[in-house]
């Protein structure tokens, strides 16, 4: 008698045990989201393979899978239980949504029972510095058994909610890639217009906004390059400047020095014209015009030799202002490790002063470091 009742339970334990031993087919799409950001904002979305999709209880860590090339992936979770299933990608912001397969009556769970739910698909992208995604933390969607049927779904209230946590995030990174955005073009129109350091410091706002993005950095070189150039152009335009002044003044005291000079000659031979025409009781009219044509000759040999020395003084300048424009610029580049163009203006600047040994030294250095 004994026995037929334990053989009874049994039988009746198996059965109720049978009965709940289902597990909810739970399917998904993961999709990466990457933006490529410049003066402009492009977006892109493609399926994600390779993500990892765990199930836990608690803290207990049930089952785990990955989603395949095309970003699809199924997960069987257990009857009669409340889950966590997270989302998660390296470098991308996680996520999770709450499971509870709970509440299945006895009749709906067993002969044969093999429900499923599929939910809409999840987006993954890198966080943003600035943006607040303390709201990830919670669960974003909860799947639940529907009375009344076999089917299970999600709840609304909790994806109201959850829909409501994303909607806060994209606006406030869209606030701050809109900005960063922005801030790059601005500093491409100053850089295209030669305002080399509003440029700069448009470049230097958008690289502390977003230190991760490219676009701010590459441009700060040539924001700097700008500056450089425009530096070294004013310093030999002042130096061209300074030197033009003094040859003009030194080219003006020699032709004030030659002046005296043939006025002196001028005065002796007007005096010696004199003292003959005295002597020999010469016409008056015959003595004045030598002196206009001693006049005349003296004032244009004055203008020839004040050009003759003007050209001569300041042509040789010149080249010795292109001479150190092409040094600094060189310089500049050599110590930026940009040894191509650094090469170029040494190259340059020999052409002006091809004795200049230390340039030449310059240049084979830029050309050892080039064949490196």
């Given at each position: 008698?004994?026995?037929?009742i334990?053989?009874?339970?049994?039988?009746?334990?198996?059965?109720?045990?049978n009965?709940?031993?289902?597990?909810?087919?739970?399917?998904?799409?993961?999709?990466?989201?990457?933006?490529?950001?410049?003066?402009?904002v492009?977006?892109?979305?493609?399926?994600?393979?390779?993500?990892?999709?765990?199930?836990?209880?608690?803290?207990?860590?049930?089952?785990?899978?990955?989603?395949?090339?095309?970003?699809?992936?199924?997960?069987?979770?257990?009857?009669?239980?409340?889950?966590?299933?997270?989302?998660?990608?390296?470098?991308?912001?996680?996520?999770?949504?709450?499971?509870?397969?709970?509440?299945?009556?006895?009749?709906?769970?067993?002969?044969?029972?093999?429900?499923?739910?599929?939910?809409?698909?999840?987006?993954?992208?890198?966080?943003?510095?600035?943006?607040?995604?303390?709201?990830?933390?919670e669960?974003?969607?909860?799947?639940?058994?529907?009375?009344?049927?076999?089917?299970?779904?999600?709840?609304?209230?909790?994806?109201?909610?959850?829909?409501?946590?994303?909607?806060?995030?994209?606006?406030?990174?869209?606030?701050?890639?809109?900005?960063?955005?922005?801030?790059?073009?601005?500093?491409?129109?100053?850089?295209?217009?030669?305002?080399?350091?509003?440029?700069?410091?448009?470049?230097?706002?958008a690289?502390?906004l977003?230190?991760?993005?490219?676009?701010?950095?590459?441009?700060?070189?040539?924001?700097?390059?700008?500056?450089?150039?425009?530096?070294?152009?004013?310093?030999?335009?002042?130096?061209?400047?300074?030197?033009q002044a003094?040859?003009?003044?030194?080219?003006?005291?020699?032709?004030?020095?030659?002046?005296?000079?043939?006025?002196?000659?001028?005065?002796?031979?007007?005096?010696?014209?004199?003292?003959?025409?005295?002597?020999?009781?010469?016409?008056?009219?015959?003595?004045?015009?030598?002196?206009?044509?001693?006049?005349?000759?003296?004032?244009?040999?004055?203008?020839?030799?004040?050009?003759?020395?003007?050209?001569?003084?300041?042509?040789?300048?010149?080249?010795?202002?292109?001479?150190?424009?092409?040094?600094?610029?060189?310089?500049?580049?050599?110590?930026?490790?940009?040894?191509?163009?650094?090469?170029?203006?040494?190259?340059?600047?020999?052409?002006?002063?091809?004795?200049?040994?230390?340039?030449?030294?310059?240049?084979?250095?830029?050309?050892?470091?080039?064949?490196?």
């Open positions: 008698m004994f026995k037929t334990l053989i009874l339970s049994t039988l009746l334990f198996c059965s109720v045990s009965g709940q031993e289902w597990t909810l087919r739970l399917s998904s799409n993961i999709e990466l989201r990457k933006w490529t950001l410049t003066n402009r492009d977006k892109s979305e493609k399926p994600l393979g390779g993500a990892t999709i765990i199930l836990y209880k608690g803290e207990t860590k049930l089952n785990q899978t990955n989603s395949d090339e095309k970003g699809n992936f199924s997960i069987d979770i257990p009857a009669q239980g409340e889950f966590i299933l997270t989302v998660a990608f390296a470098g991308c912001n996680s996520k999770k949504f709450s499971v509870s397969t709970a509440g299945v009556p006895d009749a709906v769970g067993k002969d044969n029972y093999k429900p499923t739910v599929i939910i809409g698909g999840f987006v993954l992208s890198e966080p943003i510095t600035g943006v607040d995604y303390v709201g990830l933390n669960a974003l969607v909860r799947v639940e058994y529907k009375t009344g049927g076999q089917n299970f779904d999600k709840d609304e209230t909790v994806t109201n909610k959850g829909l409501n946590i994303i909607s806060k995030i994209n606006v406030q990174e869209n606030f701050i890639i809109d900005k960063f955005c922005g801030l790059n073009k601005s500093g491409d129109d100053a850089l295209h217009k030669k305002k080399c350091q509003l440029a700069k410091d448009c470049y230097s706002k690289r502390s977003m230190p991760n993005e490219k676009y701010p950095t590459e441009q700060l070189k040539r924001a700097e390059d700008c500056l450089d150039g425009k530096k070294a152009i004013q310093e030999a335009a002042a130096e061209t400047t300074s030197t003094q040859a003009a003044k030194i080219a003006n005291e020699k032709a004030i020095k030659e002046k005296q000079d043939k006025n002196n000659a001028s005065f002796k031979k007007t005096g010696q014209g004199t003292t003959k025409e005295i002597k020999t009781k010469q016409p008056e009219d015959k003595t004045q015009d030598t002196q206009l044509t001693n006049t005349g000759n003296a004032n244009q040999s004055k203008l020839t030799v004040k050009n003759n020395v003007t050209a001569n003084t300041i042509a040789p300048l010149l080249d010795v202002d292109r001479y150190k424009i092409c040094i600094t610029k060189g310089d500049n580049f050599y110590k930026k490790q940009r040894y191509k163009e650094a090469k170029a203006q040494y190259a340059e600047a020999l052409k002006i002063k091809s004795d200049d040994a230390a340039l030449k030294a310059k240049l084979k250095d830029c050309e050892a470091k080039c064949a490196e």
